[in-house]
Nanobody, 127 residues
Framework: QVQLEESGGGLVQAGGSLRLACVFSGGPFGWYAMNWFRQAPGKEREFVAAISWIGGTTSYAASVKGRFAISRNNAKNTAYLQMNALKPEDTGVYYC????????????????????WGKGTLVTVSS
C-alpha cells in the first residue's frame, strides 16, 4: 500500500523560502507522477505543481510559476517542492499526491485523478 509523508512546513515571513519533501513508500516510485496541492483556510484544495515519473516534464499553477520548483529523486523515493518569494496567500496545508502514470505532465492536474495522498504539512506565511 502506497504511503506518502510530507515534511518541511512551518512559519516563514513573506519573501522567505521553504522546501517541502514527500517521502513515498509501499510501491514503485518510478511508476508515479508526483504532485503538490494546497488548501487554504475556507477554500477548496488547488493544484500547485506536478512532475512526471522521471522528472522530464513539469507543470505549475499560474500563481506559483517562477517562484516554486518541483523536483524528485527516484533513488530516494522523494519528491520536493522548493518555494521561494513566499506570499501570505501561499498559506495553507500542502499535500503530496501520487498518480500512477508514465505519461508526460502538462497543464493543471485533476484532484480526482490522484491515486494516493499524504496527510499534509502546514505552511504559514506572515506579512
Amino acid at each position: 500500500q502506497v504511503q506518502l509523508e510530507e515534511s518541511g512546513g512551518g512559519l516563514v515571513q513573506a519573501g522567505g523560502s521553504l522546501r517541502l519533501a514527500c517521502v513515498f513508500s509501499g510501491g514503485p516510485f518510478g511508476w508515479y507522477a508526483m504532485n503538490w496541492f494546497r488548501q487554504a483556510p475556507g477554500k477548496e484544495r488547488e493544484f500547485v505543481a506536478a512532475i512526471s515519473w522521471i522528472g522530464g516534464t513539469t507543470s505549475y499553477a499560474a500563481s506559483v510559476k517562477g517562484r516554486f520548483a518541483i523536483s524528485r529523486n527516484n533513488a530516494k523515493n522523494t519528491a520536493y517542492l522548493q518555494m521561494n518569494a513566499l506570499k501570505p496567500e501561499d498559506t495553507g496545508v500542502y499535500y503530496c499526491a501520487a498518480r500512477r502514470t508514465r505519461d508526460s505532465i502538462s497543464g493543471t492536474q485533476d484532484y480526482g485523478g490522484m491515486n494516493d495522498w499524504g496527510k499534509g504539512t502546514l505552511v504559514t506565511v506572515s506579512s
